[in-house]
């Protein structure tokens, strides 16, 4: 062996290790971005169940739904209803939406890195990206508007108090509560919280779930997506 042999069988041990390790690293990142993928799809489409029989079961929270379509020629008392409506219709749009896309894009993902195809992993990555942008503007939108949100809910129940509708009946069983903040009533048993207090703070906690929920579904895209980097440049420098 001579001198000029030791850099080339160096040369060629560091390009069989290289090798070695990039097909490693690579099964690596379509094993997670496939098992990712498949988690994301199954979620979506429990999403997408989950709406669908919320806003098809008329068995659900029905008192309250029912006492939201009803007008009863009072003006603030209307007008909150028409907000809240609008909202819910909103928000099960923006929900199902969602549930569509967040299925696609696993299945596109899981697709494409089970037959490691480069062009669907790409796209797969950009369509996710898109996503993720899309839910953080959600999450920081309702954070902006979280005191509107909390001053339309707790009007509706204030006005529905003070006209002593339905409404206000319907609340009290449902949320075991009584009376207004600020407003002392002798009907209600001490102790027992009010309504507008009861309410707030049960979607308040409902939204802070959600949170939680976002945080780690944008860590798992964050994740998707750094695989999907990954395996596009694995494949790119093969």
């Not at 809910?153 to 509560?177: E, F, H, P, W």
Request: aromatic share 10%; proline share 2%; with cysteine.
């Amino acid at each position: 062996m001579n001198e000029l042999d030791v850099p080339i069988l160096l040369y060629l041990l560091q390009y069989f290790i290289f090798n070695q390790m990039s097909k490693v690293a690579y099964g690596c990142s379509r094993g997670v971005l496939v098992l990712l993928n498949v988690a994301l799809l199954i979620a979506s489409l429990v999403l997408i169940g989950l709406v669908l029989w919320i806003r098809f079961d008329n068995n659900f929270e029905a008192e309250i739904r029912k006492d939201l379509k009803i007008h009863e020629n009072i003006a603030p008392l209307d007008s909150y209803k028409e907000l809240i409506n609008t909202g819910l219709t909103v928000s099960f749009w923006v929900l199902l939406v969602f549930g569509i896309a967040g299925a696609v894009i696993g299945l596109i993902g899981a697709v494409g890195a089970v037959f490691g195809l480069k062009c669907i992993i790409g796209f797969h990555f950009v369509l996710l990206l898109i996503m993720a942008l899309l839910e953080i503007a959600i999450g920081i939108y309702i954070l902006v508007t979280r005191d509107t949100l909390r001053q339309t809910v707790q009007g509706y129940v204030i006005a529905a108090y003070n006209a002593k509708t339905l409404d206000y009946d319907s609340i009290r069983m449902r949320y075991d509560c009584c009376g207004i903040d600020g407003t002392p009533d002798l009907a209600c048993l001490t102790g027992q919280p009010t309504c507008t207090g009861a309410v707030w703070d049960r979607l308040d906690f409902s939204l802070m779930v959600a949170g939680f929920v976002l945080m780690g579904i944008l860590i798992c895209q964050f994740v998707s997506c750094l695989c999907s980097v990954t395996a596009l440049c694995i494949k790119r420098n093969e």
